[in-house]
């Protein structure tokens, strides 16, 4: 019963997390975050973000989703902020293939190339590259790992 509730609320919870992040920020959730840093604020919006995954019903709010989740992406790089990174990335690799223009970020995640710190972030990212391309070329099939992890 709960998440038959939630789910018919899933859109107007996003738009409403939107506009607070939009009201408390100034406007640009980027700065809010900054500004916010990887502290409690940050990472309790994130926790909240992505037990909403799951409940996503269109591709308008896999998109509200993602424009909520870039930028935590633009976080200043420290180890946690790395974890909060790689964490973000590996949803938004879920998230891309239910959007409907999932290349719209491609500009974006390029950038980060040269941004991002930790491996497990680099490899996130990577894996989100995977998986525009499959979107590209229509193929279904699981991307395989980017970076197979030595065993030991």
Do not use: I, M, N
Request: proline fraction near 5%; hydrophobic fraction near 45%.
């Amino acid at each position: 019963e709960a998440r038959s509730l939630l789910e018919t609320h899933v859109a107007l919870l996003l738009s409403q997390l939107h506009a607070r992040l939009q009201r408390k920020f100034g406007g640009d959730p980027s700065k809010a975050l900054a500004a916010a840093g990887t502290g409690d604020q940050a990472t309790r919006e994130l926790r909240l973000l992505s037990a909403l995954v799951g409940y996503v019903a269109s591709s308008e709010q896999a998109e509200q989703l993602v424009q909520l989740f870039l930028p935590y992406l633009r976080l200043k790089s420290s180890g946690r902020a790395e974890r909060v990174k790689e964490h973000v990335l590996r949803v938004l690799r879920g998230l891309l293939r239910l959007v409907p223009q999932p290349h719209a970020h491609t500009r974006f995640l390029g950038l980060l190339f040269g941004a991002l710190r930790s491996r497990g972030a680099r490899e996130a990212l990577c894996g989100v590259w995977a998986t525009l391309a499959e979107l590209e070329d229509g193929s279904d099939a699981p991307a395989p790992a980017p970076f197979p992890r030595a065993e030991g």
